[in-house]
């Protein structure tokens, strides 16, 4: 019975010993906000959710204590969504991750004085549909000197600490909301498909001047068994320019057509018809694709991948359609199915010019 209420005793001591040997310190707010912000904190990593150890703090006795910030990770997200007062919905999520926060303290005996510092190392990233986007790293640090019985000097430092990552984010958000395409709020589009000079090596569409024979620069190869043969597609150049949050995207439209890899054996009025509505179903094809550019809902961290799967997808189309208008006319040898293709391209051209001109003005 004695053994066991010593063994009692001692567990009580060591128990209470031990909850003495820390000292919390809790976060607060300053009275500060940041106001109509276009962000919000949404999730921390530090896998210290129930307390963050800072490090070793003397009490007024001169003994050590494990200073502790209570609520851990929890209590910084918590202090982190008090401070940013959202108008709006805001459109950029942050997720922060604490790298490093350490406190030390030492004792001078030449002042009396506890003198000490705590660090701070912060990433903050923007969260999306895919992948964690590193945005920008914090990095501070605050000195303080104190009396023996001025522990509350310390719980200043240590917000204070906090509060300076939150201003700095803030600042940086900021500032960079205006340049930086990776904060963009929108995508705004703008199509340019525009009439252009020839090139030596390429033949670019105009209505105003159709194709000729003349055109056509390769040499015919003497075993194929077609007349005349033409290489034509469309290709994109893009650029983006960022202005008061928004990112202004240009999609430049190329419709063209490469005398170097297109020949005739037999020039005639009726071939040259037909090497033309391949050139007409090019353009057709563009004038689809810009009414699909105009459709999409562009997301600021995906509107490249956005524009070229649509890209894509309209370069399959085209020669799949291409295909079909050269097997259902023979390659043009078929003077009654060359009519019907000749009065559909017509008739899909002028239609999906009307389309996009329609939807453009909307």
């Keep these: 019975m ?3 209420f010593l ?3 001692w567990f009580i001591f060591i128990s209470t010993n031990s909850i003495a040997q820390k000292k919390e310190f809790t976060l607060r707010s300053n009275g500060e906000y940041f106001l109509e912000r276009n962000y919000e904190y949404v999730q921390i990593d530090n896998g210290q959710e129930e307390g963050i150890q800072l490090g070793v703090i003397y009490d007024q006795n001169g003994q050590t204590r494990t200073a502790v910030l209570k609520g851990g990770t929890n209590g910084v997200l918590s202090l982190f969504q008090e401070k940013v007062k959202n108008g709006n919905t805001p459109q ?8 490093r926060v350490v406190l030390t303290e030492s004792y001078n005996s030449a002042t009396k004085l506890y003198e000490g510092d705590i660090e701070l190392k912060m990433k903050f990233y923007l969260l999306g549909k895919a992948d964690p986007i590193a945005l920008t790293d914090y990095l501070g640090s605050l000195s303080y000197r ?3 019985n001025r522990s509350n000097q310390v719980q200043f430092v240590v917000n204070s600490i906090f509060h300076k990552a939150l201003e700095y984010f803030d600042s940086w958000q900021k500032i ?11 995508v705004k589009l703008k199509i340019l498909d525009e009439i252009r000079e020839n090139k030596t090596d390429t033949v670019f569409y105009n209505p105003e001047n159709p194709l000729v024979w003349s055109d056509f620069k390769d040499s015919p190869p003497s075993l194929s068994d077609f007349n005349a043969s033409i290489f034509t597609s469309f290709s994109i150049d893009e650029s983006s320019i960022m202005v008061d949050g928004y990112l202004y995207h240009t999609v430049d439209i190329k419709t063209y057509m490469l005398p170097k890899q297109s020949w005739v054996k037999t020039p005639s009025d009726y071939g040259i018809a037909h090497e033309r509505l391949h050139f007409d179903l090019v353009k057709i094809q563009v004038n689809k694709f810009k009414q699909k ?3 999409l809902a562009l997301d600021p961290q995906f509107y490249t991948a956005e524009i070229y799967e649509a ?20 390659n043009g040898l078929n003077p009654e199915q060359q009519k019907k293709w000749s009065n559909l391209i017509e008739h899909e051209l002028k239609t999906s010019n009307e389309n996009f001109k329609e939807k453009i003005s909307k």
């Design 311 to 330: 890209y894509l997808d309209a370069l399959r189309e085209l020669a799949k359609k291409q295909e079909l208008y050269d097997q259902e006319t023979k």
């Design 176 to 186: 960079q909301s205006e340049g930086n395409p990776v904060l963009a709020s929108k």
């Design 293 to 295: 550019l105009l459709e």
């Design 7 to 9: 063994f009692f005793f």
């Design 2 to 4: 004695r053994t066991c």
């Design 92 to 99: 950029q999520k942050i997720k922060i991750e604490i790298s």
């Design 146 to 148: 104190r009396s023996a």
